[in-house]
T-cell receptor, first 114, second 114 residues
C-alpha cells in the first residue's frame, strides 16, 4: 500500500520568505509524485509532478520540488513567498500511468503574513 | 478549452435520501475519476471510469456508485445518505495516452446532509 505524510498541517511564513512544505511517501514501487494547490471553494490545481527523469522538478508560480528516493521525500519549496500563495497544499502519489487513483496527504495550510 | 464542470455546485439533502452528481470532463478526455474530500478523512479516491467502464475503485461502501456515458460525462450516485456523506465531491478528467496522464480537477460539488 502506498501512503503520503505531510509534516505540519499549518505553516506560516512572512511575505518574501522561503516556503518549505514537507512530504514523505511510502510506496513499494517507484511512484509518480505530485503537489496540488487548493484555493477556498475551488478544486485542485496541479503545481508540479515527478514521473521520470530529472529529480528536481519545476512547477508553476515559482514552486519546485526535489524527488529524493533515498529519503522517500518530495518537499515543495519556493524561494520567496507571495501573499497570493496562501492556500492549502496537497502532496499526492500514484503508481499508475493512468494518473488516477491518487493517494493524498493530509494537506498543509500555508499562511503568508505581510 | 473549457475546464471540468460539475453540477450542481451546492446541494442540501436529508438523511436517507439519494443524490446524483454530474461531471463533464474536458473535451477529448476519456477518463473521469471521483474523489471525496472531508475535514476528517481528507481526500479519498472513490472510483475511475474509462470508456464507460469502471477501471478502479476505492474503499467505499456500495451506496456509492457511478457511471460514464458514451460522451465521457460521468455521474455518481449516493443512496441512503448518511450525515458522514457531507463532503466536497471532486471530479477529475484526464486524456489517457500511453504516457502519464495529468488529472484536471473540477471545482467540486459541496453536499450537505442534514
Amino acid at each position: 500500500a502506498q501512503s503520503v505524510t505531510q509534516l505540519g498541517s499549518h505553516v506560516s511564513v512572512s511575505e518574501g520568505a522561503l516556503v518549505l512544505l514537507r512530504c514523505n511517501y511510502s510506496s513499494s514501487v517507484p511512484p509518480y509524485l505530485f503537489w496540488y494547490v487548493q484555493y477556498p471553494n475551488q478544486g485542485l490545481q496541479l503545481l508540479l509532478k515527478y514521473t521520470t527523469g530529472a529529480t528536481l522538478v519545476k512547477g508553476i508560480n515559482g514552486f519546485e520540488a526535489e524527488f529524493k528516493k533515498s529519503e522517500t521525500s518530495f518537499h515543495l519549496t519556493k524561494p520567496s513567498a507571495h501573499m497570493s500563495d496562501a492556500a492549502e497544499y496537497f502532496c499526492a502519489v500514484s503508481k499508475e500511468t493512468s494518473g488516477s487513483r491518487l493517494t493524498f496527504g493530509e494537506g498543509t495550510q500555508l499562511t503568508v503574513n505581510p | 478549452k473549457a475546464g471540468v464542470t460539475q453540477t450542481p455546485r451546492y446541494l442540501i439533502k436529508t438523511r436517507g435520501q439519494q443524490v446524483t452528481l454530474s461531471c463533464s470532463p474536458i473535451s477529448g478526455h476519456r477518463s473521469v475519476s471521483w474523489y471525496q474530500q472531508t475535514p476528517g478523512q481528507g481526500l479519498q479516491f472513490l472510483f475511475e471510469y474509462f470508456s464507460e467502464t469502471q477501471r478502479n475503485k476505492g474503499n467505499f461502501p456500495g451506496r456509492f456508485s457511478g457511471r460514464q456515458f458514451s460522451n465521457s460525462r460521468s455521474e455518481m450516485n449516493v443512496s441512503t445518505l448518511e450525515l458522514g456523506d457531507s463532503a466536497l465531491y471532486l471530479c477529475a478528467s484526464s486524456l489517457q495516452t500511453s504516457n502519464y496522464n495529468e488529472q484536471f480537477f473540477g471545482p467540486g460539488t459541496r453536499l450537505t446532509v442534514l
